[in-house]
Structures are given as C-alpha cells and as structure tokens.
C-alpha cells in the first residue's frame, strides 16, 4: 500500500526526527510503500504576509517587535544551523516533494496514497500545527476512497487549546477517520467529549523499535564514545532545573554531555552561526546509549531513557506540555521520576528502576500498537 505519513515538519528537533523515522520504517517493515510529507513551518502565505506587514510597521513606527516575529533566520543561517540534521533525514526519512505552502497540498495527489497516517508527535496541537485542520486531513475532499489512520496523534496537553470554530471543523473530520490512536490517556477523552470518536492510547513510534535499531544508527555514522557521562538535555534552561542537575551530578560526580548547540540562534549571535549548529542526531543517541545517567525535560529525551535503559529523571515541561510525561511515566509505573521544577526534590530518595519491568510493559504496549495497525489495515 501506498502511505503518506503527516507530521510536525522536519527540522531540528531530535525527537521529532525520530519519531518520523521510527514510524516510517514501522510501516516500510510491514510492506508499504511509504513517505513522509515534507511541509515546513511556515504553512500560509497569510501567515506569511502578516510576519512581513509586523515586522515592517514596528520597524517604521520604531517600536519594540514581538520576539516571535522580530527575528527571521535567513535560508543561509538555517542551512548552517540544520546542516547534520538535515544530513540524517536526507539519509534516513523518504519524503515528499517539498510543499512550501499548505495552499499548496493539493501536489500531493501526484502520489496516489492509498492511505495517510497522521502522527506522532503534537500534530493536533493548533499551538504547534498552524492550519490544524490539515493535519486532520481536510484536502481530502471529493477525491476516490482512502485510508485516514491516525497513529499516536497528540493534543500535547490536557487544557482544550482549540477555538470554537477549529474544534468544530476537526470534529466532523475526525469521524471521517478510519482508525484512531493517540498517544496520551488524556487524549482518548479528549476525542470522545470533544469530538465524539472514539481511540485507543498507542505508543509513540520510537518505542516500536529495538535499542539495535538506533545502535545500528550510531555505528553507521562512527560517533565517538562518551563512557560514565551525565547525559543532559534541557530544551529550556531555569534557575530551578539548574537546581536539580546541580544536586544530581553533586551525588554522581559524571562528566557531563550536553547534546545541544553552544548557542541559540538570534539577532545577536546570527554573527557567530557555527556556534548555534545542531549537533548531529546520532551524537545525541550516543549520549543516550552511554550514560550512566539522564536529566531532561524532553518527552523523547525520557522515551530514549527508558529505550537504552538508563536511569533518569524526567523534569515536568509545563509550557511545552506536562500530560505527556505523566502519561508515559504512568504507563511504565514511574511516576516518581517526574519531577516539578519549584518543587522539593531529594535524589537519594529515588528508587533504582526495574527495567526488566519496563520491558515487560513496553512488550504488551508494542503488541497493542501493532494490532491497531494491522485491525486498520496497515
């Protein structure tokens, strides 16, 4: 069958691009024939227009911009900033012609999919998914009958962020879906009160695949060892998550590995670009792969824990989205590894975590997601 994945868009999020990864070679191992739509973030030319018409008027009026559109990365800079990230998905993801506006979509047709699969990752969070009615399929019109499979979709928090009129296109789509799997336990209510369908909670996709899978990954692209380190990654850095890797590594005394850019990219350090690069995706799943411990506040930074068994603590990321860690940590019966910034925290009190458990669970969670994909016919 022929299968078009929907997902956040490729860029440079380590998680995300291995999610797209896992998912895709999930459904190539089955027998598909698959690719990943290729759509980047700027998804409207409206949305486009407005960033321009901002940034010009508060440049005339010699006004303070808004962050959010006051600093616009040129296709220099990215291509710098993305270089080893964009090496992995040219090297590892099959995509789609690129489709630089959603108005442009409708290129898609050209494939003939027999089936899309929208997921993982947030792709039904507005907040993340600019025209969010695209990621519930609403270019699939009038056209012949096809597959609409949602695997491990994520509203990416508990609180309702749809506004009225989004919510009631994305009800009458969803129940044009075949199939539907979400990936947190509040999602599966969140489907039923609001939009009257029904879903099952699923794994994310990086799940789905053995440690030997990224092993082989990181053997293919030869990274260096980093034995007994402190594997840290913080999307977003605190004076309270500083306190708690600060207590860790004063218990641990490890070298620490921070798989991030030395700096982040913005008007005052574009002169300096070399030092915002991302490093390469495999650095980061060797970092996993050797560490003796883990402090993240990232959901796939806590995924990739639990996939090369390391013992971690999981730092509770409300702005990005909180449901999605106490899902998973309830899931795996690790509650405890959660912890709150601004909340008391005593390492010592951690108990050691039993990953022969963790197998257990993650075997009967891989069993259930495989017989959703094969009840929808993937």
Same mark, same amino acid.
């Given at each position: 069958?022929?299968?078009?994945?929907?997902?956040?868009?490729?860029?440079?999020?380590?998680?995300?691009?291995?999610?797209?990864?896992?998912?895709?070679?999930?459904?190539?191992?089955?027998?598909?024939?698959?690719?990943?739509?290729?759509?980047?973030?700027?998804?409207?030319?409206?949305?486009?227009?407005?960033?321009?018409?901002?940034?010009?008027?508060?440049?005339?009026?010699?006004?303070?911009?808004?962050?959010?559109?006051?600093?616009?990365?040129?296709?220099?800079?990215?291509?710098?900033?993305?270089?080893?990230?964009?090496?992995?998905?040219?090297?590892?993801?099959?995509?789609?012609?690129?489709?630089?506006?959603?108005?442009?979509?409708?290129?898609?047709?050209?494939?003939?999919?027999?089936?899309?699969?929208?997921?993982?990752?947030?792709?039904?969070?507005?907040?993340?998914?600019?025209?969010?009615?695209?990621?519930?399929?609403?270019?699939?019109?009038?056209?012949?009958?096809?597959?609409?499979?949602?695997?491990?979709?994520?509203?990416?928090?508990?609180?309702?962020?749809?506004?009225?009129?989004?919510?009631?296109?994305?009800?009458?789509?969803?129940?044009?879906?075949?199939?539907?799997?979400?990936?947190?336990?509040?999602?599966?209510?969140?489907?039923?009160?609001?939009?009257?369908?029904?879903?099952?909670?699923?794994?994310?996709?990086?799940?789905?695949?053995?440690?030997?899978?990224?092993?082989?990954?990181?053997?293919?692209?030869?990274?260096?060892?980093?034995?007994?380190?402190?594997?840290?990654?913080?999307?977003?850095?605190?004076?309270?998550?500083? &306190?708690?890797? #600060?207590?860790?590594?004063? =218990?641990?005394? *490890?070298?620490?590995?921070?798989?991030?850019?030395? !700096?982040? %990219? /913005?008007?005052?350090?574009?002169?300096?670009?070399?030092?915002?690069?991302?490093?390469?995706?495999?650095?980061?799943?060797?970092?996993?792969?050797?560490?003796?411990?883990?402090?993240?506040?990232?959901?796939?930074?806590?995924?990739?824990?639990?996939?090369?068994?390391?013992?971690?603590?999981?730092?509770?990321?409300?702005?990005?989205?909180?449901?999605?860690?106490?899902?998973?940590?309830?899931?795996?019966?690790?509650?405890?590894?959660?912890?709150?910034?601004?909340?008391?925290?005593?390492?010592?009190?951690? &108990?050691?975590? #039993?990953?022969?458990?963790? =197998?257990?669970? *993650?075997?009967?969670?891989?069993?259930?997601?495989? !017989?959703? %994909? /094969?009840?929808?016919?993937?």
């Amino acid at each position: 069958m022929k299968i078009g994945i929907l997902t956040q868009p490729l860029h440079t999020n380590y998680g995300g691009l291995l999610q797209a990864f896992a998912l895709q070679q999930v459904l190539i191992r089955r027998g598909h024939e698959v690719l990943t739509v290729d759509i980047p973030f700027r998804r409207t030319k409206l949305m486009e227009l407005k960033g321009i018409v901002y940034r010009s008027l508060t440049k005339i009026l010699d006004r303070q911009a808004d962050p959010i559109f006051s600093f616009r990365p040129t296709k220099e800079e990215m291509a710098v900033v993305a270089q080893h990230t964009r090496r992995f998905i040219k090297e590892n993801i099959q995509t789609s012609e690129r489709i630089p506006w959603v108005e442009d979509i409708s290129r898609l047709k050209q494939y003939n999919f027999e089936a899309y699969v929208v997921g993982s990752d947030q792709v039904w969070r507005p907040k993340y998914s600019p025209g969010i009615s695209t990621f519930f399929l609403d270019f699939l019109k009038g056209e012949a009958p096809v597959k609409r499979i949602a695997y491990a979709a994520s509203f990416g928090t508990d609180k309702w962020e749809f506004k009225a009129d989004e919510a009631q296109l994305c009800k009458q789509l969803a129940k044009r879906f075949d199939a539907i799997s979400v990936r947190e336990d509040s999602a599966v209510s969140q489907c039923r009160e609001k939009f009257d369908v029904a879903a099952i909670q699923v794994p994310d996709p990086t799940l789905l695949l053995d440690q030997q899978d990224y092993v082989q990954l990181i053997h293919k692209d030869k990274v260096a060892e980093k034995k007994n380190s402190l594997m840290l990654y913080l999307l977003d850095q605190s004076p309270e998550k500083k &306190a708690v890797v #600060d207590q860790v590594n004063q =218990e641990l005394s *490890l070298e620490v590995n921070s798989v991030m850019p030395a !700096k982040k %990219l /913005s008007r005052e350090t574009r002169h300096t670009v070399e030092d915002c690069v991302f490093p390469p995706v495999t650095e980061w799943l060797r970092g996993f792969m050797d560490a003796e411990f883990v402090v993240t506040d990232s959901f796939h930074g806590t995924i990739f824990s639990l996939i090369f068994q390391k013992p971690f603590l999981a730092i509770g990321n409300t702005h990005r989205g909180l449901s999605r860690f106490t899902s998973l940590l309830k899931l795996f019966e690790l509650e405890e590894r959660l912890v709150v910034p601004g909340q008391d925290f005593k390492f010592q009190s951690l &108990a050691p975590i #039993d990953f022969s458990k963790v =197998e257990s669970i *993650l075997a009967r969670e891989r069993e259930r997601a495989f !017989k959703f %994909l /094969s009840d929808s016919g993937l």
